[in-house]
């Protein structure tokens, strides 16, 4: 699980789950980004949020 504001390395590490499928398994999130609710979704088991693994970004 990474929690990060850099959605710019999030984007880059997005682009290359593309090509290394180890990556996609691996959960990103942004605390600062009110859409993607960042405290409820940790407390509601994040390793079940599909949505939020790098591999759909």
Do not use: H, Y
Request: with cysteine.
């Amino acid at each position: 699980m990474v929690i990060s504001v850099d959605d710019q390395v999030r984007d880059l590490f997005s682009q290359a789950a593309i090509c290394v499928k180890e990556l996609k398994i691996i959960i990103s999130i942004n605390p600062t980004l009110e859409e993607e609710n960042a405290i409820a979704w940790l407390e509601e088991s994040p390793l079940t949020e599909i949505n939020q693994n790098l591999g759909t970004f």
